[in-house]
């Protein structure tokens, strides 16, 4: 059974940092891209940033490019997300997702992914 748990979430202010990690279970993604995405309040759920299998291919949304940074350990079958100077719009629960395809293509597509975590609360206070 494949599982995809987060975890790093948590209350801080703006200007502050969070790491989310991302760890899989049941089998290896190490050929896979996976990403991160968020949902807020009454919106629908966006993409973050994703990373193919090999970590030489990433994505970022337009909102957090030179604030997030994701990267992976295939080691560890983990990903992660760096997040500094954190704003209140960044507040949302994040979700890491894995794609069951192995390669490259569509690694920012939402509907590609195959398997879902249950999802870290972050909230960036004002």
């Known amino acids: 059974q494949v599982q995809l748990v987060e975890s790093g979430g948590g209350l801080v202010q703006a200007g502050g940092s969070l790491r989310l990690s991302c760890a899989a279970s049941?089998?290896?993604?190490?050929?896979?891209?996976m990403g991160w995405f968020r949902q807020a309040p009454g919106k629908e759920r966006d993409i973050v940033a994703a990373?193919?299998?090999?970590?030489?291919?990433?994505y970022y949304a337009d909102s957090v490019k030179g604030r997030f940074t994701i990267s992976r350990d295939n080691a560890k079958n983990t990903v992660y997300l760096q997040m500094n100077s954190l704003r209140p719009e960044d507040t949302a629960v994040y979700y890491c997702?894995?794609?069951?395809?192995?390669?490259?293509?569509?690694?920012?597509?939402?509907?590609?992914?195959?398997?879902w975590g249950q999802g870290t609360q972050v909230t960036v206070s004002s």
């Open positions: 997702a894995a794609k069951d395809r192995i390669g490259t293509r569509n690694i920012a597509t939402m509907t590609d992914y195959d398997y």
């Open positions: 990373i193919s299998g090999s970590g030489g291919i990433t």
């Open positions: 049941g089998r290896t993604f190490r050929s896979n891209a």
